[in-house]
Protein backbone atom coordinates (compact mmCIF):
# COMPACT_ATOMS: atom_id res chain seq x y z
CA UNK A 1 0.00 0.00 0.00
CA UNK A 2 1.34 3.72 -0.92
CA UNK A 3 2.50 5.37 1.86
CA UNK A 4 -0.49 8.16 1.41
CA UNK A 5 -2.95 5.76 0.91
CA UNK A 6 -1.82 4.30 4.56
CA UNK A 7 -2.03 7.60 5.72
CA UNK A 8 -5.57 7.83 4.27
CA UNK A 9 -6.98 4.34 5.73
CA UNK A 10 -5.38 5.16 9.18
CA UNK A 11 -7.17 8.52 9.44
CA UNK A 12 -10.23 6.75 8.20
CA UNK A 13 -9.91 4.52 10.84
CA UNK A 14 -9.45 7.25 13.96
CA UNK A 15 -12.60 8.49 12.74
CA UNK A 16 -14.88 6.09 12.31
CA UNK A 17 -12.99 5.43 16.53
CA UNK A 18 -13.88 8.61 17.20
CA UNK A 19 -17.45 8.40 15.85
CA UNK A 20 -17.50 5.07 18.28
CA UNK A 21 -16.36 6.63 21.25
CA UNK A 22 -18.54 9.74 20.49
CA UNK A 23 -21.56 7.62 20.22
CA UNK A 24 -20.51 4.86 23.07
CA UNK A 25 -20.74 8.93 25.40
CA UNK A 26 -23.96 9.25 24.02
CA UNK A 27 -25.56 5.66 24.29
CA UNK A 28 -24.31 5.90 28.44
CA UNK A 29 -25.42 9.60 28.80
CA UNK A 30 -28.61 8.46 27.41
CA UNK A 31 -29.08 5.53 29.81
CA UNK A 32 -28.82 7.94 32.47
CA UNK A 33 -31.32 10.74 31.47
CA UNK A 34 -33.54 8.37 30.87
CA UNK A 35 -33.81 7.25 34.39
CA UNK A 36 -33.36 10.42 36.07
CA UNK A 37 -33.66 13.37 33.68
CA UNK A 38 -30.61 16.13 33.35
CA UNK A 39 -30.49 17.46 36.73
CA UNK A 40 -30.49 13.65 38.17
CA UNK A 41 -27.24 12.71 36.36
CA UNK A 42 -23.48 14.09 36.89
CA UNK A 43 -20.82 13.72 34.45
CA UNK A 44 -18.80 11.70 37.53
CA UNK A 45 -22.05 9.21 36.51
CA UNK A 46 -21.40 9.11 33.27
CA UNK A 47 -17.90 8.71 33.63
CA UNK A 48 -17.96 5.34 36.52
CA UNK A 49 -20.71 3.57 33.69
CA UNK A 50 -17.63 4.06 30.67
CA UNK A 51 -14.69 3.79 32.82
CA UNK A 52 -13.67 6.83 30.92
CA UNK A 53 -12.33 9.93 32.77
CA UNK A 54 -14.07 13.09 32.28
CA UNK A 55 -11.12 14.63 31.23
CA UNK A 56 -12.16 12.39 27.63
CA UNK A 57 -15.34 13.07 27.50
CA UNK A 58 -14.59 16.52 27.60
CA UNK A 59 -12.87 16.16 24.16
CA UNK A 60 -15.85 15.16 22.91
CA UNK A 61 -18.73 17.19 24.60
CA UNK A 62 -18.01 20.66 25.60
CA UNK A 63 -20.29 20.44 28.80
CA UNK A 64 -23.31 18.44 29.95
CA UNK A 65 -25.41 20.32 28.35
CA UNK A 66 -24.12 19.63 26.02
CA UNK A 67 -23.94 16.03 26.05
CA UNK A 68 -27.85 16.46 26.89
CA UNK A 69 -28.67 18.03 23.88
CA UNK A 70 -26.77 15.42 21.89
CA UNK A 71 -29.07 12.75 23.73
CA UNK A 72 -32.16 14.94 22.83
CA UNK A 73 -31.61 15.38 19.34
CA UNK A 74 -31.54 12.04 18.66
CA UNK A 75 -35.19 12.24 19.89
CA UNK A 76 -36.04 15.16 17.64
CA UNK A 77 -34.43 13.17 15.03
CA UNK A 78 -36.92 10.29 15.80
CA UNK A 79 -40.00 12.50 15.93
CA UNK A 80 -39.31 14.03 12.73
CA UNK A 81 -38.91 10.94 11.14
CA UNK A 82 -42.28 10.29 12.92
CA UNK A 83 -44.40 13.12 11.61
CA UNK A 84 -43.12 13.31 8.10
CA UNK A 85 -44.38 9.92 7.36
CA UNK A 86 -48.02 10.73 9.23
CA UNK A 87 -48.28 13.88 7.37
CA UNK A 88 -46.68 12.73 3.76
CA UNK A 89 -48.85 9.61 3.41
CA UNK A 90 -52.18 11.70 3.56
CA UNK A 91 -53.68 13.90 0.70
CA UNK A 92 -55.44 17.19 2.09
CA UNK A 93 -54.11 19.52 4.59
CA UNK A 94 -56.69 18.80 7.13
CA UNK A 95 -55.81 15.23 7.00
CA UNK A 96 -52.12 15.92 6.82
CA UNK A 97 -52.80 18.30 9.77
CA UNK A 98 -54.54 15.36 11.84
CA UNK A 99 -51.60 12.85 10.43
CA UNK A 100 -49.25 15.24 12.46
CA UNK A 101 -51.28 15.52 15.71
CA UNK A 102 -51.68 11.82 15.64
CA UNK A 103 -48.31 11.17 15.06
CA UNK A 104 -47.44 13.29 17.96
CA UNK A 105 -50.00 12.44 21.17
CA UNK A 106 -50.25 8.81 19.55
CA UNK A 107 -47.14 7.18 17.81
CA UNK A 108 -44.64 9.30 19.29
CA UNK A 109 -45.40 9.46 23.11
CA UNK A 110 -46.26 6.05 22.99
CA UNK A 111 -43.03 4.38 21.78
CA UNK A 112 -40.99 7.01 22.60
CA UNK A 113 -41.65 8.53 25.81
CA UNK A 114 -38.54 8.47 27.67
CA UNK A 115 -37.30 10.84 24.55
CA UNK A 116 -40.15 13.20 25.02
CA UNK A 117 -39.52 13.52 28.66
CA UNK A 118 -35.89 14.89 27.71
CA UNK A 119 -37.38 16.99 24.85
CA UNK A 120 -39.63 19.05 27.75
CA UNK A 121 -37.17 19.51 29.77
CA UNK A 122 -34.57 20.61 27.20
CA UNK A 123 -36.71 23.72 26.04
CA UNK A 124 -36.89 25.21 29.51
CA UNK A 125 -36.00 28.65 29.86
CA UNK A 126 -32.82 27.99 31.96
CA UNK A 127 -31.49 26.34 28.20
CA UNK A 128 -32.56 29.37 26.06
CA UNK A 129 -30.63 31.51 27.77
CA UNK A 130 -27.30 29.05 27.29
CA UNK A 131 -28.34 29.00 23.75
CA UNK A 132 -28.19 32.74 23.38
CA UNK A 133 -24.43 32.64 25.30
CA UNK A 134 -23.31 30.01 22.54
CA UNK A 135 -22.68 27.22 26.02
CA UNK A 136 -24.26 24.67 24.48
CA UNK A 137 -23.10 22.44 21.17
CA UNK A 138 -25.57 21.30 19.29
CA UNK A 139 -28.46 23.98 19.87
CA UNK A 140 -28.10 25.32 15.90
CA UNK A 141 -28.76 21.47 14.81
CA UNK A 142 -31.47 21.27 17.46
CA UNK A 143 -33.20 24.87 16.68
CA UNK A 144 -33.19 24.08 12.71
CA UNK A 145 -34.72 20.75 13.78
CA UNK A 146 -37.51 22.35 16.04
CA UNK A 147 -37.65 24.70 13.24
CA UNK A 148 -38.45 21.71 10.30
CA UNK A 149 -41.29 20.48 13.04
CA UNK A 150 -42.80 23.67 12.75
CA UNK A 151 -43.19 23.97 9.12
CA UNK A 152 -44.23 20.64 8.54
CA UNK A 153 -47.44 21.58 10.53
CA UNK A 154 -47.76 24.92 8.79
CA UNK A 155 -47.32 23.68 5.20
CA UNK A 156 -49.94 20.91 6.05
CA UNK A 157 -52.15 23.89 7.03
CA UNK A 158 -51.45 25.89 3.95
CA UNK A 159 -52.71 23.29 2.12
CA UNK A 160 -55.70 23.11 4.26
CA UNK A 161 -56.42 26.35 3.45
CA UNK A 162 -55.78 26.28 -0.11
CA UNK A 163 -57.62 22.86 -0.68
CA UNK A 164 -60.35 23.93 1.42
CA UNK A 165 -60.55 21.70 3.92
CA UNK A 166 -59.48 24.45 6.18
CA UNK A 167 -60.51 27.99 7.31
CA UNK A 168 -59.80 29.90 4.75
CA UNK A 169 -58.99 32.97 7.57
CA UNK A 170 -56.33 31.30 9.43
CA UNK A 171 -52.36 32.42 9.75
CA UNK A 172 -50.70 29.32 9.45
CA UNK A 173 -48.30 29.91 11.56
CA UNK A 174 -49.62 31.51 14.33
CA UNK A 175 -52.37 28.04 13.97
CA UNK A 176 -49.63 25.70 13.82
CA UNK A 177 -48.00 27.13 17.20
CA UNK A 178 -51.78 26.96 18.82
CA UNK A 179 -52.18 23.31 17.91
CA UNK A 180 -48.47 22.24 19.24
CA UNK A 181 -48.54 24.10 22.46
CA UNK A 182 -52.58 23.03 22.71
CA UNK A 183 -51.45 19.20 21.87
CA UNK A 184 -48.93 19.25 24.17
CA UNK A 185 -50.76 20.26 27.22
CA UNK A 186 -53.40 17.61 26.62
CA UNK A 187 -50.25 15.29 26.66
CA UNK A 188 -48.72 16.94 29.97
CA UNK A 189 -51.85 17.68 32.13
CA UNK A 190 -51.32 18.41 35.52
CA UNK A 191 -51.85 16.43 38.47
CA UNK A 192 -54.75 17.94 38.99
CA UNK A 193 -56.22 17.16 36.08
CA UNK A 194 -54.72 14.49 35.82
CA UNK A 195 -56.66 12.73 38.58
CA UNK A 196 -60.05 14.40 37.39
CA UNK A 197 -60.06 12.63 34.26
CA UNK A 198 -58.65 9.33 35.96
CA UNK A 199 -61.88 9.77 38.55
CA UNK A 200 -63.85 10.03 35.74
CA UNK A 201 -63.37 6.80 34.35
CA UNK A 202 -62.15 8.70 31.03
CA UNK A 203 -59.12 7.03 29.34
CA UNK A 204 -56.09 8.73 28.75
CA UNK A 205 -56.47 8.22 24.93
CA UNK A 206 -60.07 9.14 25.04
CA UNK A 207 -59.12 12.18 26.38
CA UNK A 208 -55.88 12.63 24.10
CA UNK A 209 -58.55 11.85 20.66
CA UNK A 210 -61.01 14.04 22.17
CA UNK A 211 -58.53 17.26 22.84
CA UNK A 212 -57.11 16.69 19.09
CA UNK A 213 -61.03 16.36 17.43
CA UNK A 214 -61.80 20.03 18.84
CA UNK A 215 -58.71 21.18 17.99
CA UNK A 216 -59.46 20.39 14.21
CA UNK A 217 -62.99 21.47 14.40
CA UNK A 218 -61.94 24.39 14.91
CA UNK A 219 -59.69 25.11 12.25
CA UNK A 220 -61.71 23.29 9.13
CA UNK A 221 -63.80 24.18 7.02
CA UNK A 222 -66.79 22.30 7.18
CA UNK A 223 -67.59 21.90 11.36
CA UNK A 224 -69.72 18.74 10.58
CA UNK A 225 -66.22 16.66 10.05
CA UNK A 226 -64.70 14.11 12.04
CA UNK A 227 -61.24 13.56 12.27
CA UNK A 228 -60.64 11.50 15.47
Known amino acids: MATNEFKQA????REREKLKRRNDIIDAAEKRFFKKDFDGVSMDDISHDLELSKPAIYRY??????LFYAVVTRGMVILRDTLKEAVEKENTGMDKTSGYLEGLCFKYI??????????????????????LRNEIEGAHE????????????VDAITLGIKDGTARDDLD??????????TA????NLT?????????KHIGREEYLRHSIDLMLQGIA???LRKYS
Open 184 to 187: EASI
Open 221 to 223: SNK
Open 110 to 131: RNYREYYKLLVVARESRFVDKF
Open 142 to 153: FGLLALELLNLL
Open 10 to 13: ALKR
Open 61 to 66: FKNKES
Open 191 to 199: PVYENLVTR
Open 172 to 181: PLQTAIFLVV
